[in-house]
């Protein structure tokens, strides 16, 4: 299980970092997104995974490590203010400067429009 | 501790002549003149202490345990320094009142030379040499301020700029010295650093530590080949000249050598370096102030001189030296402060200062041409004067060291010639400027000065006098316990007379008046002599090279920063790659020893579907919709793997954050391009693709590597202490409110910050209302489906008692302010939707900003209220109440601290969604097309 878990973390950091790696602001919004869950599984799993035992006493007799879940937990809540703070950026970005391209001017197409 | 007060007072002089502006001048200058006057009133206080050869010291610890301390100390040197700062401030502050025009603002000149007062204060009291250092960059800031004071001159600019980059460049040497002894040493301390002669001077690095400290000390004083800055600093007012760049700031060159002699001097090195330096700096300086004919260039290159002469004084092997160059500090700051303002006068009455049209002042200005003759007497050495006592030591001295060996007899051959020029210049001083024929076409018709505007030269200058002949009686205390605070023992025993008796030192005197005297005559063929050689202008070369250094640096940035943003990221998951992966390779095996888990069919479903999501998102980037639904079942899976590893907490959160940022991204679609164009070319996707997939890898395995491997958490604490410490059962929500309170709040202020943010962004947004979707189909007209409305409004008071709930039972069950918070906001947001912002705000008109700041002030005051019980901050506090109706019942503080959370959380939330809702709400209802 564990190997698949790091999988999944893999996975998402690769697909978080392809889609920052656009040249459109609202991929590189998803793309954020996408690695912000990565990074908080990544932490999370530092305290490693277990089953049904929650860090809460008295309903088990072993509990899971609750520092990481603490951190985790803060962590969510301002990567949706960063998010929500990004996202408005490049609302912002679109309509003082007429696009949408990470770089804020549009590369003109080499070749054939 | 009333040590502090000394460099306090005249901070705070500086602060309160700042608002004198509505003053009148005399007002203004009065109140300034309190602070200073009342520092010196302290020093002399301590005086007799010092006098009697103690050293004051006091201590403020600060950071002990970095050996960083607020440290002042007062002995014999610094006492003598600090009489000088503040005396001499008070003279030029008096005087700057009638030299400044009804144009200049006076507040900002006081403000600014208080300021700088306190920052040679601070350089001559300090214990701790970085705090010397701290001082030292200010007395560089202020003296920016201060040659930059006509700021609309552009040579005041540049002089300012010039004497920044020169000493602010020297300053940076001196830091890196300073932290070299300070690492030999193993102490900033300056008391300690002085007793450790043995230890630096054995040490490796001593010579690269001298000579930065040199660097340092040069720079400020003007030494060769540093010297051009200090001319062109002549660009400031008159008070600032004679103040700064005579009697003071200069000085803290000399200071610094000073200070410094203990511990770094003694060396061969040592007296090559300094002595050398002060010899060129003494020619050169004597030699080119005969050529200027600006008074202020003159006096300037007299000053360069004089510090040159101080120098090299201490750069002999004797101890009387030391006595010399401390006496000759002294003389000079008196002499030079009275004629800078002596030349003050005379630009102020007639409009010029330059020495081809000032002819025959003597007529219109009896008085100041006097008290002016007299200090440049001095400044030539003339008997019965200041000046005399000092130079006639250093001619001695010059006559018993061995700086170059057998070639030693040089020196005192050039220290007459030295003074010849000296003679010289000055001569030319009185009788260009007071006498030679008649003025010559002036701007102004010259008169003698106010009354008051010569108080302060007449002290000087009486000072000079009084000095000058009775030594013994004012000086020599002074001398003795400055000198043995310089040598670090007791002072040598010596004794100033006016008269030796016929002696080497005389004939050289005499030599050096007579030969003065002879150049002064033959001047003309001098001068032409001067004219014929090729224009040297140090501004220019400076300049030039200032130049070329930005714009090779811009190039260099030019090439790296090219503002594509892409470009940079890539760069960035480039190093992240090599840091991360590399100490990858160098591990022998991956996998840990923990016994692996085995799969089951319900993880596995969970990752399976996770996977789909991503890729699905990655695959339909392009097409916003589908990608949103797919990045929303990601957010989903995130939160059940929460709830299958034993997180309850967070799966909650995940789960409500989820709901929220779909939302969000929702209304975000509306304001972006609804097509992306398809513009990576194939090479470029297949880069990515592999940066992106080599950076998954590597994370993958790291986080495969560290789940593998036993954990030793210091979680332990936490879980023991949760109940008995923290009053509360819910480990991660005891972790949150109280035994990290303070990350908790900072947190919340991040989003707080956040939120506000947004709001800024969003004010005066310019709109793109798309009129139609990209396929050209009108939007739905239909506003507000009824269907939500109704069920919505009446979910409400069911979510907020859920959000309640979910809030009280935080501390001992999953839940608690960020969840509870997140709950209520999407309850809001939810009437946001179905009704528009127009109709929550005529129901529901709060102002979030203020809701988020409610909420970080009630979790603050949580934080402050247990200082009131004299605990640290965030202290909590809980006890069990057996309350009626509801029986025994836990009261925690924390549940104040969550309740702050709670606000901010719904706060910000609400105030992200409702803004960027609103924007579309208040917008203008024409349509534009993209």
């Known amino acids: 299980m564990e190997l698949l878990y790091a999988s999944c973390v893999g996975l998402l950091v690769a697909c978080g970092v392809f889609l920052i790696l656009r040249a459109r602001t609202f991929p590189v919004v998803l793309g954020l997104t996408m690695l912000s869950y990565a990074v908080n599984l990544f932490l999370f799993a530092s305290g490693r995974l277990t089953l049904n035992k929650a860090a809460v006493l008295g309903y088990s007799s072993d509990y899971a490590d609750p520092l990481p879940q603490a951190l985790v937990l803060t962590a969510i809540v301002i990567g949706f203010a960063m998010t929500a703070f990004v996202v408005i950026l490049a609302i912002r970005g679109r309509s003082d400067l007429g696009n949408d391209h990470v770089n804020g001017i549009v590369p003109e197409k080499k070749g054939k429009a | 501790m009333t040590l502090f007060w000394i460099p306090l007072l005249s901070l705070i002089g500086s602060f309160i002549s700042a608002f004198t502006g509505k003053l009148s001048r005399n007002q203004s200058t009065a109140i300034t003149l309190v602070a200073p006057a009342l520092a010196l009133l302290l020093a002399i206080d301590h005086a007799p202490a010092v006098f009697a050869g103690e050293t004051i010291r006091s201590t403020f610890e600060w950071v002990p345990l970095l050996d960083i301390n607020i440290a002042f100390r007062l002995d014999g040197l610094a006492l003598l320094f600090v009489f000088m700062i503040l005396g001499i401030g008070m003279l030029v502050i008096f005087y700057a009142r009638y030299y400044l025009s009804a144009n200049d603002s006076m507040p900002k000149l006081y403000a600014y030379l208080m300021l700088f007062m306190t920052a040679m204060l601070g350089i001559v009291m300090s214990n701790n040499v970085l705090q010397l250092w701290l001082f030292w960059e200010l007395t560089s800031i202020s003296s920016f301020l201060l040659i930059s004071y006509w700021w609309h001159k552009s040579e005041a600019r540049k002089g300012a700029k010039m004497a920044l980059a020169i000493t602010g460049g020297g300053g940076l040497a001196l830091l890196a010295g300073l932290m070299l002894i300070g690492d030999i040493v193993g102490s900033y301390n300056l008391d300690v650093i002085l007793s450790s002669r043995e230890l630096i001077q054995s040490h490796a690095l001593y010579e690269v530590a001298l000579i930065l400290v040199l660097l340092g000390a040069f720079t400020k004083s003007a030494q060769f080949p540093f010297h051009f800055w200090l001319p062109h600093a002549m660009a400031a007012p008159t008070p600032v000249s004679a103040y700064l760049h005579s009697a003071t700031m200069v000085k803290a060159g000399i200071f610094l050598l000073a200070r410094f002699y203990p511990a770094l001097a003694g060396t061969e090195l040592w007296f090559i370096l300094v002595g050398l330096t002060g010899l060129a700096t003494l020619l050169v300086g004597a030699y080119i102030a005969l050529f200027k004919h600006d008074l202020k260039g003159l006096l300037a290159f007299s000053t360069i001189s004089h510090l040159g002469l101080i120098t090299l004084l201490l750069g002999l092997d004797t101890e009387l030296a030391t006595v010399a160059a401390v006496f000759h500090i002294i003389n000079h700051a008196t002499f030079k402060a009275s004629l800078f303002m002596a030349t003050g006068i005379i630009d102020h009455e007639t409009g010029t200062r330059d020495m081809r049209k000032l002819n025959g002042m003597w007529r219109f200005m009896p008085y100041t041409a006097t008290l002016a003759m007299v200090a440049a007497s001095a400044m030539a050495g003339v008997p019965l004067l200041n000046g005399f006592l000092s130079k006639e030591m250093f001619f001695a001295e010059t006559l018993h060291q061995q700086l170059l060996g057998s070639m030693s007899w040089l020196i005192p051959i050039l220290a007459t010639v030295a003074g010849a020029f000296s003679v010289a210049y000055s001569a030319r001083f009185i009788h260009d400027v007071f006498f030679n024929g008649e003025p010559i076409d002036l701007p102004k018709e010259p008169h003698e000065a106010p009354r008051y505007m010569r108080f302060p030269i007449e002290i000087l200058v009486a000072l000079c006098l009084i000095v000058g002949m009775f030594p013994n009686f004012v000086v020599d205390g002074m001398l003795k316990t400055a000198s043995s605070a310089v040598l670090g023992e007791a002072a040598p025993v010596f004794e100033i007379a006016i008269w030796h008796g016929f002696n080497l030192p005389l004939l050289m005197s005499g030599l050096a008046v007579c030969g003065g005297l002879f150049i002064y005559t033959q001047r003309k063929y001098l001068f032409q002599f001067q004219a014929s050689l090729p224009p040297m202008n140090a501004k220019k070369v400076f300049e030039r090279t200032m130049y070329n250094i930005v714009s090779w640096s811009r190039a260099r940035i030019n090439a790296i920063e090219n503002g594509s943003l892409q470009r940079y990221l890539m760069l960035m998951f480039i190093v992240v790659l090599v840091s991360a992966g590399w100490p990858l390779f160098e591990m022998s095996q991956l996998v840990g020893n923990m016994e692996p888990t085995p799969i089951d069919v319900h993880n596995a479903i969970g990752a399976g579907l996770l996977m789909i999501g991503a890729i699905g998102t990655v695959i339909w980037h392009r097409t916003r919709m589908v990608a949103l639904l797919m990045i929303s079942v990601v957010g989903l899976m995130v939160s059940v793997a ?289």
């Open chain 2, 642 to 930: 929460f709830t299958r590893f034993s997180a309850p907490d967070l799966a909650l959160t995940q789960l409500t954050v989820e709901v929220v940022t779909i939302i969000l991204l929702m209304l975000a679609l509306f304001f972006l391009p609804q097509r992306t164009p398809k513009e990576s070319s194939s090479i470029r996707v297949l880069r990515d693709l592999g940066i992106a997939s080599a950076i998954g890898v590597i994370i993958g395995s790291i986080s495969y590597a560290l789940i593998t491997r036993p954990l030793d958490s210091i979680s332990e604490f936490f879980i023991a202490n949760a109940k008995v410490g923290g009053g509360g059962t819910n480990v991660v929500n005891v972790i949150l409110v109280d035994f990290r309170g303070f990350d908790t709040l900072g947190e919340i202020t991040v989003l707080g910050i956040a939120a506000l943010g947004i709001y800024k962004l969003l004010i005066n947004l310019p709109l793109f209302m798309p009129g139609s979707d990209s396929e050209g189909r009108p939007w739905a007209k239909e506003k507000y489906p009824l269907l939500l409305a109704s069920i919505s409004q009446s979910l409400l008071p069911l979510a907020l008692l859920v959000s309640v709930y979910i809030f009280l039972r935080g501390h001992n069950l999953p839940g608690g302010g960020f969840i509870a918070g997140l709950v209520t906001a999407i309850a809001f947001i939810l009437q946001y939707i179905a009704h528009g912002s127009n109709w929550i705000a005529e129901r529901f008109d709060v102002n979030y900003r203020k809701i988020i700041a409610t909420g970080i002030a009630i979790s603050l005051a949580t934080g402050v209220g247990s200082w009131f019980f004299d605990r640290p901050f965030l202290t909590s506090w809980f006890d069990y109440f057996d309350i009626p109706l509801v029986g025994k019942t836990e009261l925690a503080s924390a549940i104040a601290f969550d309740l702050g959370v709670y606000i901010t959380v719904v706060g910000a939330t609400l105030m992200i969604l409702a803004s960027l809702g609103k924007v579309t709400a208040n917008a203008p209802k024409e349509e534009v097309n993209i």
